[in-house]
Each structure stands twice: as C-alpha cells, then as structure tokens.
C-alpha cells in the first residue's frame, strides 16, 4: 500500500514534470516575482535559495502536500522517539540521541542517553588526560600522534569534521588509516614515533577486514620497539559494540569506549567515533559540534514543510530524481576545507538508500536513492562541469557556499564567491543568443540549489551534516525504505573471504572462469616477481 501512494504521487506529478522539462527555468522568474523570496529558506547556520530549480511556485506547493499523504512527520517522531524504524535489524536509529542534552521525556529513551552522557564524560577525561599528559603511551611517555583505525562511517565524519576545522591547537595531531594498504600505512606511519602515538580501532562490529588487518599491523609495528609487546594495551582505545573483540585483540575494558546497535555507523560521528575530534580540536568544539546538529533536529522537528529545509532538500531530490528522470546529483562545496564532504555524503546518501526492496519486502516500483558524487570548486570548473552544463543529461548540483571561512584575502573570496554564483546562474541561464554556433551553446535550465553556509565553526558543521542526515532519513520515508540497513554489502565481503583463501592456497576452483583465471594471473605474477 505505501509503495502504492508513492507511486500514485509519481504518476499524478509525471504530467508537471513533462511540462517544467520544456520550460526555460528562468521563465519562472519572470512569472513569480517573489520566487527568490518563497523559495529560499533559512535553518540554522545555513541558508538556502532553491529558487534555481526546475519548478513552479504551484509545483512546488504541490510537493509540500506530498509528507501530509505519506505521514511522513509522524515517522520523524517515531525515529526520534526510538521506534524499531530499523526493520531489518529490528532496532532504532537514535543518532539523535547521540546530541540531545537534556534529559529525554520518554522513559524507554532515559538508559539510553544516560549511556551517551556517560560516553561524553568518559571522551572528556581521556582528552583531558592525554592533552595534559598524565595518560601515557604503553611506552610510558607522552602521546603526541593518534592514529585512527577504521573505515566508513567509522573514519569519514571525523576526517570530514577535522580537516574542516584545521585550527591549529596545541593538541595532538590526528592521522586516519582506512583501507588495508601497505602503501597507505607507510604513508601514516613512516614520520611517527611508536613510543608517542596511540591507536583507536574504530569498529563498531570490530570485525571489518580492513580495520582488523590495519590493527594487527599496528600492534607489529609497536611491538617491533617495545621490549614488552605483550604491554602494549596502553596505546590502544577500542570503539566498539563488540567488546569481547577488542578484549580478544589485547585492548582492556577500561580502554574501550562504547557504540550500540541502535546507532547506524554512518550515522555515528556524534557518538565515541567522534573521539578524534575531541582530540584534535578540544571537547568544548566536540560538544559545539552536537550542538549545531541539535539545532538542526529542532528546525526539522518543528518547522512547517514549505520552510524545513531537510524536508524541502529531499522534495527536491524526490522532483528531480523521481519526477524529471535525473540519475545522479553533485555536491559542490566551493571551499577547500569541506573537500571530504562529497566522500562522507556518498555513505549517508548511497549506502542509506541504495536499496531496491521497500519495507514491506517487495521490488520497490520506483528508482530510489540516486548516485551522490561531487568535487570542490572552482576545481571541478576544470574537471567535470563541462559535462554538466553541456552534456546530454540534467545532472542537479547542490553549492555549499561557506560566507565565513577565516580567509582574510577579499580577492580571493570574492573569486570563490563569484565562481559559485557564476555556475548555477550559467546552468540556468544557458547561452542561448541566436548566433551562437552549435558547439558553444548551452541549453541552461539545468537545477540547482545553493547552500549559504555561515561560516566553518563546529556548530555549522553539525547543522550541515544533521540537515543531510535528515534529508536522507526522509527520502527513505517517501520512498518506503530502510535507510538504516546495510545488507547489500554482505557478500562483496563474504566473496573476499572466499577468493583470499584461494589465492593463499593457490587454488582457483568455486569461482567463475573469470574470477579464476585473474586469482592465478595475480598469483603466476607475484610468484614470477619472487623468482626474479
Ligand atoms: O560498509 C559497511 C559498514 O558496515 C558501514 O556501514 C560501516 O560504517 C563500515 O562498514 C565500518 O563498520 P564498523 O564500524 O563496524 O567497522
């Protein structure tokens, strides 16, 4: 039946949508004379002017009808109050839980953040321990390096969060190890001092291949210079719903810190995860940070659908993705310090809602999640915007435009500025002048909406990914799917057990011929290579 009420709001929007297909976007401009007025909308630390889409004012108000039909505000307070929204699993998604401060009034959600106040001040005396110096590496001396071990959503939001911030403080330097490559582990570890750092395996599981593997090689290169390696517990913290793990792995209770499975990992940056943040920039911005985030859950919460922005971000992927056939949308954030942000929102986004079964377990009969990808600007001006203003498909872009990023050089923030103001008007605007030979021209009405973000301060941060946590949680409403599952990476994992052993035991056979004869091309390859 939910299948069915989206479907029938796709179909009675299909006639609209053909239409809006063949108007130029700005026409509407012409006709609305407050469309930049009605259709732009301020939310916390952000504000945003969607009026460079490609809908009317009418259609637009249309949308605005569409969570009234599909209850979706109820299933925002069924996810805030802890309900088994996650079907699958049969657990919560309470990631909002993880930043809410006072105590919450529902009984069944009292434990809960009882655990994540605890967690916090448990996050407040290891900072305050390492960055005074009294808690000591295994080697007995002062931490001055951490090293990250996890990969997902256990490495994306910190990096994301870490790198945006980039004040320098007396603190410790962070460093992120994520994939299992050698390559990638002499790049992070070759300018430490074993005797100095101090290693978090991130893994809410604590059994993901790559932070497993990262972890032993850790352990080893610790081991190779303390006289005691069996001692070595003092430069681990494990962050984990899966204790008994990381007690297996060498690390002691009281270096553990604690997830739960009622916290999706990619949604789990305002948990323990977000330990290296509290490291690298102070508990006070850590506690900033859930505090940006917290007054976005407010303005989704309780603001009217025509000025919630969360709500009106995902409307118009629904519109676009859904209503005018667009397959994939790109994130542009035109400041060098939101450079990972396109890389965090590709989980939120992809691994979210890149499901084909709707809740009640049948094929869903509409596309959902589309392909998230992006780059920062002005750079991607010399890489992929050629294809987006001329290219044969309609491919959406969302601008976040930071106002304030601590760059005091006015020409080269009014070029920044410029540029992003100058691609959306351009997709817009197209070139259209009669002469214009073929190859120069643009068709414009290409959407986009664009994202005036304050400034880079923790509390902006927090707003930003809250609002994008918030927009996929609603997409998945409208779209009657599980956001909070993840079973479509399974076997990809499983399949990799698989060929490992095959190629360990140089023996090919239980895979396809192709499988089989790239395992032996691999082994014959690196066996030449020990021969010569
Ligand atoms: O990609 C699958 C996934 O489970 C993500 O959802 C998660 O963020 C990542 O792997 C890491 O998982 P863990 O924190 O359990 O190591």
């Not at 997709?427 to 259209?432: E, F, T, V």
């Not at 399974?490 to 698989?498: D, F, M, V």
């Amino acid at each position: 039946m939910e299948n069915q009420k989206t479907q029938t709001i796709i179909s009675e929007l299909k006639e609209e949508a053909k239409q809006s297909l063949e108007r130029p976007l700005v026409e509407y401009f012409k006709e609305e004379s407050k469309r930049v007025e009605t259709m732009s909308v301020s939310a916390p630390y952000i504000f945003a002017d969607f009026s460079k889409n490609l809908l009317s004012w009418k259609t637009f108000q249309k949308l605005c009808q569409i969570p009234l039909t599909l209850q979706i505000e109820e299933k925002i307070k069924n996810m805030f109050s802890g309900d088994n929204i996650n079907t699958t699993e049969v657990r919560p998604a309470l990631h909002t839980l993880l930043r809410k401060i006072e105590t919450p009034s529902s009984p069944s959600l009292v434990n809960k953040h009882a655990l994540c106040m605890k967690t916090l001040q448990q996050m407040e005396s290891i900072t305050r321990e390492i960055s005074e110096g009294k808690r000591k590496s295994a080697f007995g001396e002062r931490i001055t390096d951490v090293v990250n071990i996890g990969i997902g959503g256990s490495h994306l939001g910190s990096k994301l969060i870490l790198d945006a911030l980039r004040k320098k403080t007396s603190l410790l330097n962070i460093h992120f190890l994520e994939n299992a490559d050698q390559n990638e582990i002499a790049r992070v570890l070759h300018a430490l001092e074993p005797r100095n750092t101090l290693f978090l395996i991130a893994s809410k599981a604590f059994s993901t291949g790559e932070t497993l593997l990262n972890a032993h090689e850790a352990k080893k290169w610790l081991s190779q210079s303390h006289p005691c390696p069996e001692d070595l517990n003092k430069s681990f913290i494990g962050i984990t719903n899966n204790s008994s793990a990381a007690n297996a792995f060498g690390i002691s209770t009281e270096n553990i810190l604690p997830l739960w499975d009622w916290v999706g990992g990619r949604f789990s940056v305002w948990s323990a995860i977000g330990l290296p943040i509290a490291l690298g920039q102070g508990m006070t911005t850590f506690y900033d940070f859930l505090a940006g985030a917290r007054e976005m859950d407010d303005h989704f919460l309780n603001s009217a659908v025509n000025s919630n922005l969360p709500i009106i971000l995902a409307l118009l992927s629904f519109w676009n993705h859904n209503c005018l056939g667009a397959e994939s949308y790109a994130v542009v954030p035109y400041c060098d310090n939101l450079r990972f942000f396109p890389s965090y929102l590709q989980q939120l986004e992809m691994e979210s809602n890149g499901k084909s079964i709707t809740l009640d377990g049948n094929e869903a009969p509409y596309n959902t999640a589309p392909i998230t990808w992006g780059g920062v600007g002005t750079a991607s001006q010399h890489a992929f915007f050629q294809l987006i203003h001329q290219g044969t498909r309609m491919i959406p872009v969302d601008f976040i435009l930071p106002l304030q990023t601590g760059n005091f050089n006015q020409e080269l923030e009014h070029y920044r500025v410029a540029n992003c103001l100058a691609q959306s008007e351009t997709l817009m605007l197209g070139n259209r002048e009669k002469n214009t030979k073929p190859e120069k021209s643009l068709a414009g009405s290409r959407p986009s909406t664009t994202l005036m973000l304050e400034n880079l301060s923790p509390r902006a941060l927090g707003a930003l990914l809250s609002l994008y946590e918030h927009k996929t949680e609603t997409l998945g409403f409208l779209w009657n799917i599980n956001s909070f599952d993840q079973w479509g990476v399974e076997n990809g994992k499983n399949a990799a057990t698989r060929i490992m052993q095959g190629l360990n035991s140089k023996n090919y056979s239980g895979h396809d011929q192709s499988t089989s004869s790239l395992m032996r091309k691999y082994v014959e390859r690196i066996v030449k290579d020990e021969k010569e």
